[in-house]
């Protein structure tokens, strides 16, 4: 749900940055939903296959923390909230 949060308060505007904001969140969803894939096809259960891994997914979502931290922080001046 992070994915789509930061892309939330531009909903109303539609600008360029908004599209780049979704295309990023869609790409990281596709991205994401193929490891899920990948990382479960022909295992049954929750916990991960001791063949392979999650840390591919854990790296793109990381990697996009640490951008919307980035994005919204240069938007708001890195001020803080006081």
Excluded: C
């Excluded at 930061?6 to 790409?27: D, F, M, R």
């Excluded at 929750?46 to 979502?61: A, F, G, H």
């Amino acid at each position: 749900m992070s994915i789509w949060a930061t892309s939330a308060p531009e909903v109303l505007i539609g600008s360029w940055e908004w599209g780049l904001h979704i295309s990023i969140g869609l790409g990281i969803s596709f991205v994401n939903a193929a490891l899920v894939l990948w990382q479960f096809n022909g295992h049954l259960g929750l916990e991960t296959p001791k063949t392979k891994s999650d840390v591919p997914r854990t790296i793109i979502v990381v990697a996009h923390f640490f951008w919307a931290v980035f994005h919204v922080g240069w938007h708001y001046g890195y001020r803080d909230l006081l």
